[in-house]
C-alpha cells in the first residue's frame, strides 16, 4: 500500500511521540527507583520517602519534610495522656507526632492514625505495630471510623495540611471530628500559615494557639480548638 507524503509525514510523527512516551515513562521510573535507592542509602530516609510522595501528590502531602521533634512534642503537649479514650491522629505521615504522643505516656492501644498515602500506612504498620492504623479519607469522619471508635475520642491531633483545602471542607471536618470527641476535647493542628487554618471569629469554637516553633523546618504554630460552650 502506497502512502501520500502527508501520511508518511504523519505516520512518522507517530512514532517519534511513541518514542517520546516510552522514554518519559522509563525516565520517571529511574528517577522514581533512583529516589527508592537513596531512600534505602540514606540516615535521612523518612525525608527521602516525605519528599518522593511531596513530587507525587503535592496538595495531599503539603509539606516539604516530616515535623521536627520539637512541634511534634508541642502537639502532643496539648494531649492530656490522664484523659481516658481514644486518640486519633489525622495524616500522620512518616510518624514524627506519633512518636511524640508515645513518648508523652499513651498507651499505644488507644492510638487510631487515618493515613490516606498506603505507602506511608505500610511504614506506621512496621514502626507502630501495636497502634491502630486506617488507611482512608480524614475528610470523611463518618465513613473512616466507623466501627472503629468505640467510645468519644479523647482529643484529635492533626497533621493535615487545612489549607489546601477549601474553608467549608475544613469547617465539615472539625463538626465530624466534634461529633466523635468527649466534651471539651481538644482538635490539635499545626500550620505553617501565619494565621488559624480556622478563622478565630467561627462563632462555634474557642481557639487557642501556641507560640511559633521555630525549630522546626519551616517554622510553624500548632491551633487548638473546642467545642464553644462545651465547658
Ligand atoms: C503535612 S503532612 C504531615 C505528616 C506528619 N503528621 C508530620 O507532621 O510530619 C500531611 C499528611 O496528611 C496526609 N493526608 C493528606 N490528606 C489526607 C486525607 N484526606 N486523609 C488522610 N490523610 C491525609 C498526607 O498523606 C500526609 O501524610
Keep these: 500500500m502506497s502512502l501520500s507524503p502527508l501520511e508518511h509525514?504523519?505516520?512518522r510523527i507517530e512514532r517519534q511521540l511513541r518514542f517520546i512516551e516510552l522514554k518519559r515513562g522509563a525516565i520517571?521510573?529511574?528517577?522514581?527507583?533512583?529516589l527508592r535507592d537513596f531512600e534505602q542509602k540514606?540516615?535521612?530516609?523518612?525525608?527521602?520517602?516525605?519528599?518522593?510522595?511531596l513530587i507525587e501528590k503535592p496538595l495531599t502531602v503539603g509539606a516539604v519534610a516530616p515535623s521536627g521533634k520539637?512541634?511534634?512534642?508541642?502537639m502532643a503537649n496539648y494531649v492530656d495522656p490522664r484523659v481516658p479514650g481514644p486518640i486519633v491522629e489525622l495524616g500522620p505521615g512518616t510518624g514524627p507526632v506519633t512518636e511524640a504522643l508515645l513518648a508523652r505516656g499513651i498507651d499505644p492501644a488507644r492510638l487510631t492514625l487515618v493515613e490516606y498515602d498506603p505507602d506511608f500506612c505500610a511504614l506506621l504498620r512496621q514502626r507502630f505495630p501495636a497502634v491502630n492504623i486506617v488507611r482512608g479519607d480524614a475528610y470523611n469522619l463518618p465513613q473512616t471510623l466507623a466501627g472503629v471508635l468505640h467510645e468519644p475520642a479523647a482529643a484529635f491531633v492533626s497533621?493535615?495540611?487545612?489549607?489546601?483545602?477549601?474553608?467549608?471542607?475544613r469547617l465539615d471536618l472539625l463538626d465530624q471530628?466534634?461529633?466523635?470527641?468527649?466534651?471539651?476535647?481538644?482538635?490539635v493542628q499545626f500550620t505553617?500559615?501565619?494565621?488559624?487554618?480556622i478563622p478565630r471569629s467561627h462563632g462555634r469554637i474557642r481557639a487557642e494557639a501556641s507560640g511559633r516553633v521555630w525549630r522546626n523546618f519551616p517554622p510553624a504554630q500548632v491551633w487548638v480548638y473546642r467545642k464553644a460552650g462545651d465547658r
Excluded: C, Q
Design 70 to 74: 520539637a512541634l511534634a512534642r508541642v
Design 28 to 34: 520517571g521510573r529511574r528517577i522514581g527507583w533512583r
Design 159 to 169: 497533621g493535615l495540611p487545612l489549607f489546601n483545602k477549601p474553608l467549608k471542607t
Design 192 to 197: 505553617y500559615h501565619a494565621i488559624s487554618p
Design 9 to 11: 509525514i504523519e505516520r
Design 42 to 53: 540514606s540516615f535521612k530516609r523518612d525525608e527521602f520517602r516525605f519528599f518522593r510522595s
Design 177 to 187: 471530628a466534634f461529633d466523635l470527641m468527649k466534651p471539651d476535647a481538644p482538635f
